[in-house]
């Protein structure tokens, strides 16, 4: 049984009664208390399955490196995961479920995981599901599936808000033990600007549990001092339940505190991720205790030693009337001192150690505790719970000496420094083999960008156990981060601690040494994820000799808690394993966040609609109430077309086709791109970036330009303009606009730096209105204002003027193939010109259009588009666009490459026309099959359809494709193979279908 | 993430304010340059485990390109600079003397 004491708990406020539940069970603690403190008080030590073989486990530690202890919470739209029980603050209608049973913890199917666990090794999966293949599909992937996963997946949007914050400091604390505070004075009493982040709601770490004195002061009195002090310090900000989570280059650290965990329901956001800049990081994490692997270290009862003594000590929890502990270093006995001190029985201490520990040794025996030295566990008994434990020698293999009943057993293996934050941004570790711990390598710490190291490990995390130790360590820390941030610490001298003399650890990495077979199976090293010392040790058995590559066989580390526990005992295993030293195998990567931290909080505000801002042209608003259906075109939304009630979009398109070919079309061009290009050297630049001539045009023209990469593959299209005699504008596609601005300035700035260019991307300064149709000079006349006729505005000129009163500039060009004028005004004006078009228009009948019907009309005058045409390996030359490729310029950006063998190769694919023997429409992306096989087996390609529609004007679908010497083999019948496994039969013909003398474009 | 200053401007700008823009002191070859030379100049990149010397553009930012002197092993930085320069300048050449005597990139030492 575990139960609540009566009279400690020094975290709790046992006035305030608080309600929670646990799988629907209704549950009471008290306030102070974590999840998993007050199951316990309630006598919950299951608490869930492990993931492989569903054994039940329960609460092992008391902190962030919980592996078992993962339930859901709350409901609905905060439901969330796999959340530690251990670091979960209780409040008031908590509602808690266990993971990872069917159908109840108690009774859980699964388990029969466990009866077969010996035919479910290390390797399991990769070796069983190797063949035959189809039993993938159809077997083992769906049973994998439905077992597969920790937890379920929320299935409600979020109802919680999240923030980032940006911080700038010289010295960033991360830790609010004693370690951390102290480090955090010495900075702040030198005058630097300190930021402490603590993960719990409480300061001073573990050390208050552990007890001595600091200046002669209970550890609880020291640190409420210097909380105190540092809090009147104008230069210090301290934050509780704020994790350092990450630390990156250059001083770049992530916090992540949990505001309103603790107390849902208050305003603001939940989470907030702290976007830290630190001059200089102090990592003051502390340590995490070991387990030992001996068999059944796993059965809920088994706790990490230091962890009984917190759940009693400040959250006044008995695990158990009688506790066994069983360890390999001093620190276990302080357990046992706490217990025994509170009433409780420790049947028996089992130090691995033949001689023993110190102090705390002969203060455990003052107490009446039976010591038994040289001596450990070789198994645990009970299943759902310990009931007792048979002990052996530690030199032994196992042979039972004695059995002892208990309710828990307390274990410690050691401890290892939390090297986490420290490893995040390269800072080495070295083997302390007297201390048997991984301990940062000061010598080689993470360095920024002066080159300097910009880390320092503090107190425990450093490998400072003692209380002296670790004061005097964090001291000199705090005053070295504040000398390299150019301030002056004081000369004081760092706080004395004082603790009993302790004897050396001895590491144990398998209870007994000469543990066999069936009891190394019984012994966990990853109690999530379920692998045990066997495992390890085969997996080094077959191979696997990198720690890297052993991880990943056995999953070793892999789960939710990375290893907290589990990394060094399973390293260490497979040292013994290869027979190699524990720092030549040497540890897996430690990688950011130190616990996971929530979706929310790396979204932070950016959800919805500021997830990624639209970007509107000035009649978005007309579009929307006309109701447009949308189109993403980059961050743009534009009209795809305007369906009328009772239209399908094909409906909408044909109108939208058929009315401008016949009448008059209006189209929103807004979202191409403008930029202006001007100054002495223009009109070279840009016959350096076009393929062909720019700087020839004349004043007033327009001119068809295609850009190319400097590897040859096209890249944009559009039409440009020659305002004036050193001033070009530069179309673009619509999503091309800010990529062409930039491909411009690279260009200028880093190749071409003493030409006098400047350019201006001024895409959303002007909106841009394109009047098509046959009816387009009738509608500008009516409109009055400027001379568009034949003669004065020809097809490819511009003029400025203005129109119904509206200053504008008027291009004559086309993408259609039809009499087109596009009309540039301020942006401010956009939609006042639109509804004086429309209101004007309405007697000819006039329809704004959308993308659909512009791509359908350009695809019947075969000009290529690009993205459609175009892929990023396809050169103007494959598009029969030598036309615009000029002969005369010695140099373009894209020239030299097009020269290049491949380039110039005959077989290349080249564009033409197709057109179904069916009148069907051809399937987008097909591929034209030719004879004979390619080297993987595949039927052989000769060709791709690239854009592909329903013609309303020829009333049959049309397409365009790249086929291989295709312009020669004009009449010839293609054979493109549909998804179904249908053939469509399509002819190649001339890529022009409707006006090939563009007559309807030129009056 | 890495911080650099943009020479322009003078901001301490972080990674998110900038563009990558690959290796520094390219020289073009166009049309006229023989296959290798051309190949090398599109193709072959240094990825040295040292000295570097790297474009960026201070993107959201002023907009300018400018050069940056860093390794890529220690992410220390030496030195930003114009990206109007077909070599690195002696002041940022003698601040990695200064930390890593006896190195070379290309033909600059």
Known sequence: MSTRLAHTGRLLTKARQIAFTFNGKHLTGFEGDTLASALLANDQMLVGRSFKYHRPRGIIASGAEEPNALVGLGTGASFEPNQRATTTALFDGLAAASQNHWPSLDFDVGAINNRLARFFPAGFYYKTFMAPRAAWKHLFEPIVRHSAGLGKAPRDRDADTYEHFYAFTDVLVIGGGVAGLQAALAAGRAGAQVLLLEQTPHYGGRAPVDGGKINDLPVDKFVEQIVAELETMPNVTLRLRCMGAGVYDHGYVLGYEQLSDHTPGIPGPRHRLWKIRAKQVITATGAIERPLSFAGNDVPGVMLAASVRDYAVNYGVSVGDRTVVVTNNDDAYRTAITLKTLGLEVPVILDARTKGGGDLMVQARALGVRVETGKGIAKVLGTKRVTGVAICTQAGEGAVLEEIACDAVAMSGGWSPVVHLWSHCGGKLIWDAAQAMFRPDVDKAPTGASGEAFVLAAGTANGALSLGAVLSDADAAGKAAATATGHKPKSDSAPQGETPAEALIEPVWMMPQGAGVKLRMKSWLDFQNDVKVSDVQLAAQEGYESVEHTKRYTTLGMATDQGKLSNINGLATLARALNADIPAVGTTTFRPPYTPISMGAIAGEARGEIFQPLRRSPMHAWHEENGAYWEPVGHWRRPYCYPRSGETHADAVAREVNQTRASLGLLDASTLGKIIVKGPDAGRFLDMLYTNMMSTLAVGKCRYGLMCSENGFLSDDGVVARIDDDTWLCHTTTGGADRIHAHMEEWLQTEWWDWQVYTANVTEQYAQIAVVGPNGRKLLEKLGGMDVSRETLPFMTWADGALAGIGCRIYRISFSGELSYEIAVPASQGRALWDKLLAAGQEFGITPYGTEALHVMRAEKGFIMIGDETDGTVIPQDLGLNWAISKKKSDYLGKRAQERSHMADPNRWKLVGLETVDGSVLPDGAYAVAEGVNDNGQKATQGRVTSTYHSPTLGKGIAMGLVLHGPDRMGEVLDFPRIDGSVAQARIVDPVFFDKDGEKQNV | ?109
Not at chain 2, 19 to 47: C, I, T, V, W
Request: charged share 25%.
């Open chain 2, 1 to 109: 993430m890495l911080t650099l200053q943009c020479p322009y401007c003078g901001v301490q700008a972080e990674e998110t304010e900038l563009h990558a823009g690959g290796e520094a002191h390219l020289k073009r070859f166009g049309p006229g340059a023989s296959d290798e030379d051309f190949e090398a100049y599109l193709f072959m990149r240094e990825n040295p485990k040292g000295v570097h010397f790297e474009r960026w553009r201070h993107v959201n930012g002023c907009g300018k390109w400018f050069h940056a002197a860093r390794c890529t092993m220690t992410l220390e930085v030496f030195g930003t600079y114009s990206a109007q320069t077909s070599e690195p300048p002696q002041s940022i050449r003698a601040a990695i003397s200064a930390k890593r005597p006896g190195w070379q990139w290309k033909d600059f030492a």
